[in-house]
């Protein structure tokens, strides 16, 4: 049967806003004229004359935050606990079973920046879209930070899922969640203004930190949710094994069979 695959990841890049200042990645290139001595370098005698060209190889060398480009939080990044206080599991330890699963996309692109989704709204997209949760199902939020990435205004764009929203997609059985924002949680400006004005610590990182309650892992900075259809096709989003770490790298992408 036919299939047709859309990419759902961005590309890891260096020098656009893709991540507040401090977590920025930075990506150094070499060339194959750069690197013919590190090849020649392995087999005394060989000059760089004697390789095609006198070309090395081509390579790269990353200095990067697990939490740089698309990616998958394990609980552990929300809090040291989850599931009412047992140890949150890490990266490598997160169900290969969550990873690979019928998705829904809810479309949540005229919410306003910073807006908090509640669980009425998910239900009434639910309703909308004539979709019924499954366990496992993998749930994306389409928001207005969507087709905002690598712009100065991504990191303040795009609603927020709430503690009492993604509770609620987790008591029906969803492990696995993603947003095409920077955060799950509402734009930290923006939070920031809201408990300047309330000083109500539990407004912070609340989405995230339903993983306390019942432990689940979300993808970060998904693109290309505005061309998915609201249901019908499956996520893949297996991450990067890195031990005892907080997220890994995923190349999240959607499966339609045609």
């Given at each position: 049967?036919?299939?047709?695959?859309?990419?759902?990841?961005?590309?890891?890049?260096?020098?656009?806003?893709?991540?507040?200042?401090?977590?920025?990645?930075?990506?150094?290139?070499?060339?194959?004229?750069?690197?013919?001595?590190?090849?020649?370098?392995?087999?005394?005698?060989?000059?760089?004359?004697?390789?095609?060209?006198?070309?090395?190889?081509?390579?790269?060398?990353?200095?990067?935050?697990?939490?740089?480009?698309?990616?998958?939080?394990?609980p552990y990044h929300h809090h040291s606990t989850m599931n009412d206080g047992k140890r949150?599991?890490?990266?490598?330890?997160?169900p290969l079973e969550w990873c690979f699963n019928p998705g829904v996309k809810l479309d949540?692109?005229?919410?306003?920046?910073?807006?908090?989704?509640?669980?009425?709204?998910?239900?009434?997209?639910?309703?909308?879209?004539?979709?019924?949760?499954?366990?496992?199902?993998?749930?994306?939020?389409?928001?207005?930070a969507g087709d905002r990435y690598g712009e100065a205004d991504y990191l303040v764009r795009?609603?927020?899922?709430?503690?009492?929203?993604?509770?609620?997609?987790?008591?029906?059985?969803?492990?696995?969640?993603?947003?095409?924002?920077?955060?799950?949680?509402?734009?930290?400006?923006?939070?920031?203004?809201?408990?300047?004005?309330?000083?109500?610590?539990?407004?912070?990182?609340?989405?995230?930190?339903?993983?306390?309650?019942?432990?689940?892992?979300?993808?970060?900075?998904?693109?290309?949710?505005?061309?998915?259809?609201?249901?019908?096709?499956?996520?893949?989003?297996?991450?990067?094994?890195?031990?005892?770490?907080?997220?890994?790298?995923?190349?999240?992408?959607?499966?339609?069979?045609?």
């Amino acid at each position: 049967m036919p299939r047709k695959f859309i990419d759902l990841s961005v590309a890891l890049e260096s020098d656009i806003p893709s991540d507040p200042d401090i977590m920025l990645p930075e990506i150094e290139y070499f060339s194959h004229k750069d690197t013919a001595s590190q090849l020649t370098g392995f087999f005394p005698g060989l000059e760089t004359d004697d390789l095609p060209n006198g070309e090395g190889w081509a390579l790269e060398k990353l200095t990067i935050y697990t939490h740089n480009g698309t990616h998958l939080d394990a609980p552990y990044h929300h809090h040291s606990t989850m599931n009412d206080g047992k140890r949150a599991i890490t990266i490598d330890e997160v169900p290969l079973e969550w990873c690979f699963n019928p998705g829904v996309k809810l479309d949540f692109r005229h919410l306003p920046d910073g807006h908090i989704v509640t669980p009425a709204e998910v239900d009434a997209e639910l309703d909308r879209i004539g979709h019924k949760l499954s366990p496992l199902d993998i749930v994306l939020i389409n928001t207005a930070a969507g087709d905002r990435y690598g712009e100065a205004d991504y990191l303040v764009r795009g609603c927020g899922m709430g503690r009492k929203a993604t509770l609620h997609l987790l008591e029906q059985g969803v492990r696995v969640t993603g947003t095409d924002a920077w955060s799950w949680d509402a734009p930290f400006t923006l939070t920031a203004k809201k408990y300047a004005a309330e000083k109500d610590p539990s407004i912070i990182w609340e989405g995230h930190r339903a993983s306390m309650k019942i432990g689940y892992c979300h993808i970060e900075k998904l693109t290309n949710l505005d061309t998915l259809p609201p249901s019908g096709f499956s996520v893949s989003c297996f991450p990067f094994k890195i031990k005892a770490a907080s997220a890994g790298f995923v190349r999240a992408v959607a499966i339609i069979e045609d």
